[in-house]
């Protein structure tokens, strides 16, 4: 094999690997509505949008042919999905939580309408299908800044997730390197603001552990 070839091939098993063990972080919330019976502290919405940009990326992927995008999108979309018919199967309050699943649904509906049957021309439906998918990762990654703030406010990052933030992390990463070797810049760009987030939520880790130690060493004395 040759050695672009190996680099290929390397990368995309880096997207696949690290892409499906962030997917994979959500089984923890699933056991936790399995034990307790309830969604108490599990958010919903982060299924539907990771749901919903999992079938995005994959119509893209069928799209331009690769590999990599169909079988990460495949495997998440299933995974958000099933995470999405147990919070639904545990949650009290059914409505709100179906009328968002509605929402974002109908709006994936209109787009791919929009698409497959008002851009008859295959290039053109590629680069616009790739700028829908790029900004709603974009606003993906960058909506957590509200909880950022909060973690900020309360100097504490118990609402934070560190496994998923290496997870993001190494996904983003590899995923910009991924589409560098393509020269895609519809899978380099989203994943960008994946790789600052994650350091950001490093930083805050090391910090307010810092914090946490030096208070401890204060009580002590």
């Known amino acids: 094999m040759e050695a672009g070839g190996l680099a290929d091939s390397l990368l995309s098993g880096a997207c696949v690997l690290f892409t499906l063990g962030m997917f994979s972080t959500g089984l923890s919330d699933l056991k936790h509505m399995r034990m307790t019976r309830s969604v108490d502290s599990v958010q919903f919405l982060p299924f539907l949008t990771t749901d919903v940009n999992n079938l995005s990326w994959l119509s893209y992927g069928a799209l331009k042919g690769n590999g990599t995008l169909i079988v990460v999108n495949a495997v998440g979309a299933v995974l958000q999905t099933l995470y999405i018919l147990v919070y639904l199967h545990y949650c ?32 053109t439906r590629l680069q616009q299908l790739g700028l829908f998918c790029s900004v709603f990762t974009i606003s993906m990654y960058l909506s ?61 880790f090391w910090k307010y552990s810092q914090e946490q130690d030096r208070n401890c060493q204060f009580l002590q004395a």
């Not at 933030?165 to 994946?194: C, E, K, M, Q």
Request: glycine fraction near 6%.
């Open 92 to 123: 009290h309050r059914k409505r709100a939580v179906l009328l968002q699943t509605a929402i974002l649904l109908g709006v994936l509906v209109l787009g791919f309408g929009y698409f497959w049957l008002l851009v008859p021309d295959l290039e």
């Open 144 to 204: 957590p800044l509200a909880d950022l703030a909060k973690v900020i406010q309360s100097k504490s990052t118990q609402r934070l997730s560190f496994s998923l933030t290496i997870a993001t992390l190494l996904s983003s990463a590899s995923w910009t390197l991924y589409g560098f070797r393509l020269n895609d810049p519809y899978i380099v760009v989203p994943n960008l603001p994946g790789i600052l987030t994650s350091f950001i939520r490093l930083w805050l």
